[in-house]
């Protein structure tokens, strides 16, 4: 709690206020229903109640095993020379197969697959060999753990018998188990997409569809708990209709992370300017507000939900800063006027 209450402190000192905590992070023993399980659902949902008591109401978490988003290089160069983060599937392929050497990892690609990933690797010097591998095997954001490849695999022998649908079991668990007290606490509890929403390193995916946000949603019906919508993340999918989500599930989001991706044909994107991309932020911004028309005229009290410019490329000044990947503040301050003037230019349309 002392922690707790000195952190607000600090942003209140900035004349700021924290209104979303991001991520209470889950114990890798609740993901493969270890022994410790339910020791660790108890810590999570003390931290929840002191989280309350200080003021704090939302929650996003995540349900990824061992790794969270997993990009291959964290300094792609756009024509404009701004620096973007990018998932390179056959950097990734390259990895799992010739670095890692996964057992079984030959069974999840193609022919053609293989074949790109070992041209890729021997396109590589032994220098970007190891930055791959740092890059790739980097731990949870906010941290500058990085996994040997001794210690991943180790990890991975604890998903040895966990697939998707016991993880998605799991996640089940954890929520019966959690809800009860964060709708006591008030507090509302957002999970993020997968990031990338795909099966990587023969770890189970099981938060990357909309499918799955349902089962999440349906699994303990409850207004505490709800989605974080990351475009980014569930943009990576081409599968996934994003305006469709927000008006389908709109009523589950309590968060909402607001970037782009530009996909390619091999499974492979890069973070793109917020207003391009894949995905159509004009028509995913309309449903959101739409949404908050509707809780407004339903008398709901959360119509406000907190948004952030998840994401952003490295421009101007931002070079001169040691930012963590994809945190930088000239391009995501550019993200933010962005997104602020598609909002106002959407909801003075809708008004008139």
Known sequence: MEEIINRDNIIKDAG???????????????????????EYIKKYIATLKNLSNAGIKT?????????????TNLDYRLSNNASALRYHAPAVAAFDLFILEREGACNDFTVEQQQHAKEYLDSLSEDEKVQLTNTIMAGLPGTDEVF??????????????????????????????????????????????????????????????????????????SPSNGITFCTGSLGARGDNDLPR????????????????VQREADGSFYEADHLNGSNDMYAIMKNVILEQKKRLESGREDIAIPMRP???????????????????VTGRMKGLAELRGLELGIKRSIIA
């Open 148 to 221: 040997t490849i001794a210690e991943f695999k180790e990890h991975l022998k604890k998903y040895e018998d966990t697939d998707a649908n016991t993880l998605k079991e799991n996640l089940a668990y954890f929520l019966k188990a959690i809800i009860p007290d964060a709708e006591d606490f008030g507090i509302k509890m957002c999970i993020h997409p997968d990031d990338p929403p795909f099966q990587i390193l023969g770890l189970p995916r099981v938060v990357s569809t909309e499918n799955d946000l349902l089962d999440v949603v349906n699994s303990c019906q």
């Open 310 to 328: 998840d994401h952003g490329h490295k421009l101007l000044d931002d070079f001169n800063y040691n930012t963590y990947p994809g945190y930088s």
């Open 16 to 38: 700021l206020r924290w209104s979303v905590v991001e991520s209470v992070n889950i114990h890798e023993s609740i993901k493969t229903a270890g022994k410790q399980r339910d």
């Open 59 to 71: 929650v996003c978490y995540n349900f990824m095993p061992v790794l969270d988003w997993t990009r």
């Open 245 to 260: 989500i927000v008006s389908r599930l709109g009523e589950h989001i309590h968060f909402l992370h607001l970037r782009n």
